[in-house]
């Protein structure tokens, strides 16, 4: 997913683009009650109305948000990062006995008037571009992608574009945003993001979202999207965002596979409510993501929500379908200097 495509529109749709706040914009547009006035409320809570480092160029810091009870954190300017700090190391493992398909989202804001805590140096934007962000949204444009409205400058990640297989196959062959099942003792792992873990730039947002837009994606999608987030006049409600469909199980040739244990039909599709860090499983809010931490944040001040600059996160899928339930996508995360931050959800007793 190399090369930069670029998001240009001339279309009045700006009016519909949430408010922004803290920096940092994912509209959200499902879900009952106006979807704008939501949309404006994530950030706010996360970031506290801090007003966001100095604009790019210049040197120094600005002090930012300081949350109540957790200590220094402070935005800073992403071009004074070092460069090792200017990347997360991602793994993904299957301890289910099915294949997984999951839909990532990795979304990054260009630091600049208009998102002063963007994660990307305006200089970086061909990194980011070559290590697989191959949206690109300008200054003033905005982007729909499947239940959200995204403004620019950002860039989107979409992990092999969602599709199962990456070429011809079967089985556990040319597999692109999927995971074979764990065999005996011993998990299956992405074959990017593997037990060593791949590196990318860092985003400002994680999200498990499918589009629905792809041919795989539209054959798999079960919660219903939106029609139209980015047009206020052709936007229909869709199903809460902690709802909509972040992966499935399924079986070698990508179909859902039968529901266990005692949730009943339907345990095959896992949405933002089943996967430990979202907003929507950690906070109780319909905040379907994972988000960036302050730049001076640290595995101790972390909100539980959060991940870092320089940073690893180890996601785990599990299948454990028990009442009451638990996170079905667990993650365990540190920070750059390797102190642990989150721990996977003790109740899957994952090592």
């Not at 629905?212 to 965002?241: F, H, K, M, Y």
């Not at 905040?287 to 960036?292: A, E, G, N, S, T």
């Not at 972390?302 to 599990?318: S, T």
Request: net charge negative.
């Amino acid at each position: 997913m190399c090369g930069l495509y670029r998001i240009s529109k001339t279309s009045a749709v700006m009016a519909v683009v949430a408010t922004l706040v803290g920096g940092l914009l994912l509209a959200g547009c499902g879900g009952s009650g106006n979807a704008l006035e939501f949309l404006g409320s994530p950030f706010r809570s996360l970031y506290g109305g801090t007003t966001g480092p100095t604009a790019p160029g210049s040197t120094g810091t600005q002090s930012g948000a300081v949350l109540s009870g957790s200590g220094d954190r402070v935005y800073t300017d992403p071009c004074a990062e070092p460069q090792t700090r200017k990347f997360v190391r991602i793994s993904m493992r299957n301890e289910s006995r099915d294949y997984v398909h999951y839909f990532l989202v990795l979304i990054a804001f260009v630091s600049s008037e208009t998102y002063p805590e963007g994660a990307v140096c305006p200089e970086d934007i061909a990194t980011y571009s070559a290590n697989g962000y191959n949206i690109f949204i300008e200054e003033g444009q905005v982007e729909p992608f499947g239940n959200y409205c995204i403004e620019g400058p950002a860039l989107i990640r979409f992990h092999q574009g969602g599709r199962f297989r990456s070429a011809g196959g079967s089985g556990s062959a040319n597999l692109a945003s999927a995971i074979p099942p764990a065999q005996g003792s011993s998990p299956g792992y992405d074959s990017f993001f593997g037990s060593a873990g791949g590196q990318v730039p860092v985003p400002n947002v994680i999200l498990f979202h499918n589009p629905g837009n792809t041919a795989e994606g539209q054959a798999l999608l079960i919660g219903q999207l939106t029609s139209s987030p980015c047009d206020v006049n052709r936007r229909l409600p869709g199903d809460p965002d902690c709802s909509l469909d972040a992966f499935y199980y399924v079986d070698e040739d990508d179909r859902i596979v039968g529901s266990r244990g005692d949730l009943g039909f339907g345990s095959a599709r896992r949405a933002p409510s089943e996967i430990q860090g979202t907003g929507c499983e950690c906070q109780g809010r319909a905040y379907p993501f994972q988000v960036l931490a302050p730049s001076t944040a640290t595995a101790q001040t972390a909100e539980c929500n959060e991940f870092f600059r320089g940073g690893r996160i180890e996601y785990v899928f599990v299948r454990d379908d028990v009442d009451p339930p638990y996170p079905q996508l667990l993650w365990r995360a540190t920070d750059s200097n390797g102190a642990r931050a989150h721990d996977f959800d003790a109740r899957a007793d994952i090592r």
